[in-house]
Structures are given as C-alpha cells and as structure tokens.
C-alpha cells in the first residue's frame, strides 16, 4: 500500500458507457451491461469509500449514435484535471482492416465503420485530456466476420491500445465461450474487478490486475495483460470496501450477487490523480433474464447501511462536513427517527442529491429512500411515498430591504418579475394565474433565481413556503413576504422505490406513532420554529397519512 495515490474529488471526471441492447439482429443483447454500469457507478461514487463526486460520473446507458457518447466526453475531458476514467461495456467489432471498434445500440454490423465508435476516436478524445492520469476501461468481445481471420487478436487490440500516459489491462478473449454465465449479475471481467474493489484495501490498479487475473485463470477463462506507464499503477479508485465482500455464486461468477447489489444502492468520494486503460474482451453474451437483476421483494434495509437522498442547502457541499438547511435538517432528523422507531439496523447515510436529481437517483437505486420529496399526483405514480411529514404553499421570497408591508397579496406584485424555477410545481401554479400583469421568469435552477433576484434582475421568487422559510434562516439578504401563500397544499414526504410494501407500511405505522406522541412537533420546533410558520398548519394529521402513504 506504500505511495498508494487517490484522485482528486473535485477535478476528477468518470464516464460510464454501456451498450446492452442492439437493433441489429446479428448483435445479441447483453443484459449484464446495465448491472455492471449501475454496480460501477455506485462503487465509485460511493460516500464514503469511492473517489468521484456523484455528479461528477455520467451514466450513458444505450447510446444511439456517436453524437450522445461524444458530447458526455468532450465535457469529461474539458473538466477533468486530475483523473479521467472513461469506461465501456458492450461488443468489440473489428471492420474488414481488424481495426477495432465499439458497438451502439444503433450499429449497423453490416457497416461498422460508419455506426460504431473508432478506438481511434476515443484514442485522441482521451489522449488530449489534460488530465494527469487518463483511464480507459474496455469490457467488451471481438464480435464479426473480421474475427475468424485474425491470428492474435490479443495483439492486435493491445497495440491500437497503445497511448501516451496510459495505464494498460487488456484481457484476451476467445470467440465462443461466455464470459457472463446465465445467472450472473455482471460479466465476468467486470465482475471480478467489482469484487477487487470491495476487498479490504484499498487496491491499486496494479493489485486489482493481479486479483482479476488470478480470479478469471481460477475460472478458466483468458487472463488479463498488463502494460502500465509511469506510477499510475498505484493509483486507486477506491478508498476502501465499498461493501462487504460476497461469496461466490454458484454458477461459477466472481461477480456480487445481483439482488444484494440491486437492493443496495451504494455511492462515493474521493482525493487526487488521473488516467488509465483498462480493455476486458469478453465473448458474446447470452441475455439473462431481467429479474435476474433486480430482487424487488428484498427489503431496503438488508444491508448495513441503508442510503437516503438528502437536499444540501450549502453553496459548497462537503460529503465530511455536510451543512444541511433547516429543511434539510428537519427532514433528515425524521427519517433517522423513523429508522430508529422501526427498529431498523442499517446505518443511514445521508446523499447529497441536486433538487434536478431527487426522483432519478431514487428510480435508478442510487439512494434508497428520499428524505423529502415533493408528493405530487406524477411522483406519486413513480414511487411510494411515506407522509407526509410536512405540508406549505406557494409563498415568495424577496430582498431583505423590501417593504413587505406593501405586499399583502398577489395584486401587490403587478409590474414585477416573479421567478420560478423549470418544471417545478411553482411553475404550474403561476402558469395557473388568471391575473398576469406581472412576468413570471423561468429558470432552471433555484440557484439562478437566487442569484438574479440579488443583482435585481427580478423582484421576487415564487416557491414553497416551508423550504423558503427555513433556507432564509441562513441567508439574511432574504427574507419570504409574511402571510402571501396561493395555491393547493404541497405536502412533502419519505420516497421509496415501488415494490417495497412491507418496508413502507413498516414506516407508515411509525410516522403514525411518531406524530401522535408528541415527538414530531419537538422536531418541528428545534427546526423549524423561527420560520414564523404555524406547526398546526404543517403537522400531518393520522388520515392524512393513511390516505397519501405506500398507495403502490
């Protein structure tokens, strides 16, 4: 472990591609593919052990063309500073020349050098990072005509693999045998290279070729080659154990278990350094069935850590040293309570998640539960739901030296630009006004409202009165117009994925409990309380939570 070096969390850049289902007939699906991108993401972003910022590794499932892949990678290389990791995992074609390149859900078998990507293309993109370590890691089978007339295939990869700066592991492949049995969550490099990565550690990419050699000679299948420039072979991806490590399967995989990766969502952080090739040729895949995958009668609180999505309030987000709004804060005290209330030995940690990124990380399993979301008729249908746990309106937030006493309803804001964030329900009920002598501006991010409304580019910010209350608690250029709601309830509660019914009604019974002793409302006013809001108006009744929980 001596000069072991770990990447830079914030100037470090991961993107995930993988190519798992195909319009052409002759290229077989992979299902294992969004198995291995999924288990990929979670171990390198993963809280506490991982080394890339969530948001910082993109997920490019099925691409359709060149265009989708290469503007995911121009924006990785123009970032990217310490570490640049580009992952692939799909089928390897070689054209009529053996030159290599890799497949997209729309390739065309028949005319590959038109609908896949070049390794030459990918070759200048990585090569003119200027990342310190560039890292390309290619799981993917030699498939085509082209194949059956190559006598080294091996060879011929590593050579194209050739790069300045790079960190080379290529396993050969042979044209018939599986590298992912029926039954296994992941392919079989990718899966030995998941395990690697949850040993107690960390390793460096050095120790992790040595794992993932002796794991696939141990099953008999090709092993992987070595070629490696400078010291990036002591860089390391991880931190230490994402998880614990997990038996073998019984088909003969070195790969995690897939119901246990899937119920246990896991993501990560980070240091310092960049780049490397990583090329795993597998052979074609047999498609394994879906739920294979996916154990969707598992609980979400089987693992020893059960991971909730948690909206920061914080300009500057630090994963050690979170600051957490008051919102937040209340939000999260709840579920913890809940947690504890049930009984539950998981251990929570809490995600930071951008407000864009709440449903999406909870849908793709990236988080298990969400602290606080907004329970809306479509969100409703997307997940279940535990609340609520709170309820606001529509309130608006203005500069601090604004007369409010001017502002006692919706007519006071004639002649004035109201900001309200993209696709949010603000948005709908503004929308909804039958009076309009005032401009509604819409902006993506709350953020860019923020801002405007501090140069006084508008006058007004138009949002739910229950976070704006509690986010001016620490931003005193602000402050919300006292008394001025509009619109229907908004309420807020506990998300889950579908399909979890016990572990809702588990946490419904409590919230009930919960609410009902008092404990609640000792919460609300250690949180909550300076917001001026009236816990009555926001304290969840018991129907209220037997109406609008775990409808799935």
Request: include cysteine; hydrophobic fraction near 40%; aromatic fraction near 6%.
């Amino acid at each position: 472990m001596t000069g072991t070096r770990f990447p830079e969390r914030a100037t470090s850049r991961a993107v995930l591609i993988g190519a798992g289902t195909f319009h052409d007939p002759k290229l077989p699906d992979i299902p294992a593919v969004q198995a291995n991108l999924d288990a990929l993401r979670r171990t390198l972003t993963h809280p506490v052990h991982g080394v890339f910022a969530p948001e910082h590794c993109v997920v490019v499932a099925d691409p359709k063309d060149q265009a989708t892949v290469g503007a995911a990678l121009s924006r990785a290389v123009r970032e990217s500073e310490d570490l640049l990791l580009v992952y692939y995992c799909g089928h390897g074609l070689l054209d009529d020349d053996g030159l290599l390149h890799f497949a997209l859900t729309g390739t065309d078998s028949q005319n590959v050098s038109w609908s896949a990507i070049h390794l030459d293309l990918v070759k200048r993109m990585v090569g003119g990072a200027r990342a310190k370590a560039r890292v390309l890691v290619l799981d993917c089978c030699f498939a085509g005509k082209a194949i059956s007339a190559m006598a080294g295939p091996s060879a011929l990869a590593l050579g194209q693999l050739n790069l300045t700066g790079t960190y080379t592991l290529t396993s050969t492949t042979a044209t018939a045998p599986s590298h992912a049995p029926p039954g296994a969550a992941h392919t079989a490099f990718t899966g030995s290279m998941l395990q690697a990565l949850t040993v107690p550690g960390p390793l460096t990419l050095d120790e992790v070729h040595r794992h993932v050699d002796e794991e696939l000679a141990g099953l008999g299948l090709p092993r992987p080659q070595q070629r490696s420039v400078g010291a990036v072979g002591k860089l390391s991806l991880v931190r230490g154990p994402a998880r614990k490590p997990e038996a073998p399967s019984t088909t003969g995989t070195s790969a995690p278990a897939a119901t246990t990766d899937s119920a246990s969502p896991r993501r990560l952080r980070a240091r310092n350094i960049t780049a490397t090739i990583v090329l795993s040729a597998v052979a074609l895949l047999p498609p394994l069935l879906g739920d294979l995958l996916t154990n969707s009668n598992s609980s979400l609180f089987g693992d020893d850590e059960v991971m909730i999505g948690l909206e920061s309030e914080s300009d500057n987000f630090d994963m050690l040293n979170p600051t957490w709004g008051h919102f937040s804060a209340f939000s999260r005290d709840v579920v913890g309570a809940l947690l504890k209330e049930a009984n539950v030995e998981s251990r929570p940690i809490y995600i930071d998640i951008s407000r864009q990124d709440q449903m999406r990380s909870l849908q793709k399993r990236e988080v298990d539960l969400n602290s606080a979301l907004a329970m809306t008729g479509a969100s409703m249908e997307e997940v279940d739901f535990v609340g609520p746990i709170a309820s606001g309106r529509l309130g608006f937030l203005v500069r601090a030296d604004e007369t409010t006493q001017k502002i006692l309803n919706l007519y006071d804001l004639d002649d004035r630009t109201i900001c309200v964030q993209e696709d949010s329900i603000a948005a709908l009920i503004m929308d909804s006004v039958d009076h309009k002598k005032f401009k509604v501006r819409k902006m993506p991010k709350f953020r860019s409202c923020v801002d405007s409304l501090e140069k006084g580019d508008i006058q007004a910010i138009a949002a739910d009165n229950l976070p704006l209350s509690a986010w001016v608690l620490e931003n005193k250029k602000f402050k919300v117009v006292p008394g001025l709601t509009i619109g229907p309830p908004s309420r807020y509660g506990i998300a889950l994925p579908k399909d979890h019914h016990e572990d809702c009604t588990r946490l419904r019974d409590v919230l009930m409990k919960y609410v009902s002793s008092g404990k609640w409302l000792k919460e609300f006013r250690d949180r909550l309380s300076n917001t001026g809001l009236s816990a009555d108006e926001l304290s969840p009744t018991a129907s209220e939570i037997e109406t609008f929980s775990c409808r799935g």
